[in-house]
């Protein structure tokens, strides 16, 4: 409901705001024969992550609520939590497969910053240093949005003594 009108309006608005930045940056004088229309694959690229996100990010709060009946998805008043799960963990049987995966992660996008981003500076890949700047773009969204779903509770909590200090502890 939200995605389609605003993927369609930013790239409705993409093409006079790149048009009024080119001609503000870029004069005549400095010899630039470029035009400032994105290219077909950059088209495609902002289109998949426009829709792709909001897609993937709506997948667990389904899931959450089609794993319950109707009646305590939609019930705002009661809570949410059912009962109280202790896990006693064997150490010689845990699963690694997550701590690889993120390592290989890790690994990879070090070696794209440390190798790759000095190696397209020195060749003057345009491209792929605009790439690997996306990527460590798009890393540095995932670890602010991380950072903040840590650190929401304690924000709360801070801003509701900061901004309603007025008011009687029963009514924060």
Do not use: C, H
């Amino acid at each position: 409901m939200f995605v389609l009108p605003s993927v369609i309006a930013g790239f409705a608005l993409s093409f006079p705001t790149l048009r009024e930045v080119y001609a503000l940056l870029f004069t005549k004088d400095m010899g630039l024969d470029y035009t400032p229309v994105p290219s077909t694959f950059a088209i495609f690229q902002a289109l998949l992550i426009g829709i792709l996100i909001p897609i993937i990010s709506s997948i667990v709060p389904i899931q959450a609520a089609l794993a319950k009946n109707l009646n305590d998805s939609l019930d705002l008043n009661r809570s949410k939590s059912q009962a109280i799960n202790i896990q006693i963990l064997d150490p010689n049987k845990t699963d690694m497969g997550s701590y690889i995966v993120f390592g290989l992660v890790g690994v990879i996008y070090g070696l794209g910053i440390y190798y790759f981003l000095p190696l397209a500076m020195l060749s003057f890949n345009f491209a792929l240093i605009l790439q690997i700047f996306f990527a460590i773009l798009i890393a540095m969204l995932y670890g602010l949005s991380l950072l903040a779903f840590n650190l929401q509770r304690f924000m709360e909590i801070f801003l509701t003594y900061l901004l309603l200090f007025w008011e009687k502890s029963s009514m924060r």
